[in-house]
Nanobody
Framework: QVHLVESGGGSVQAGGSLRLSCSVS????????MGWFRQAPGNEREAIAT???????????DYADSVKGRFTISRDSAKNTVALQMNSLKPEDTAMYYC???????????????????WGQGTQVTVSS
């Protein structure tokens, strides 16, 4: 069984930064895909950043166009954590943010929430204008 716990959400003004962290317990292989999702009221849960570690130990990342250049996902296998650094935040970034992982290998562009097996409880991010 895998257990994920997010932290680091909060309220910030537009242009500010926040860092989310996801602590993972249980068996997660380094080539398992880990991702950050967000869901605003009335919207579907969308993937915004994913990471997995390839066979040559390269961290392969992918981002939604809406956050590319502003958000950075990172994974620390030794500490079993996944972080999301969010810079230049905008009001439209306001949402509940979730960490997730899947039990099979790798991520791919266009990966969806239904492809993931384990989820955290979420942490709220609110960006005011």
């Amino acid at each position: 069984q895998v257990h994920l716990v997010e932290s680091g959400g909060g309220s910030v003004q537009a242009g500010g930064s926040l860092r989310l962290s996801c602590s993972v317990s249980g068996s997660v292989y380094r080539n398992s895909c880990m991702g950050w999702f967000r869901q605003a009221p009335g919207n579907e849960r969308e993937a915004i950043a994913t990471v997995y570690i390839s066979r040559d130990l390269t961290h392969i990342t992918d981002y939604a166009d809406s956050v590319k250049g502003r958000f950075t996902i990172s994974r620390d296998s030794a500490k079993n954590t996944v972080a999301l650094q969010m810079n230049s935040l905008k009001p439209e970034d306001t949402a509940m943010y979730y960490c997730a992982t899947r039990t099979t290998n790798g991520c791919w562009s266009g990966i969806r929430a239904g492809d993931f097996d384990y989820w955290g409880q979420g942490t709220q991010v609110t960006v005011s204008s």
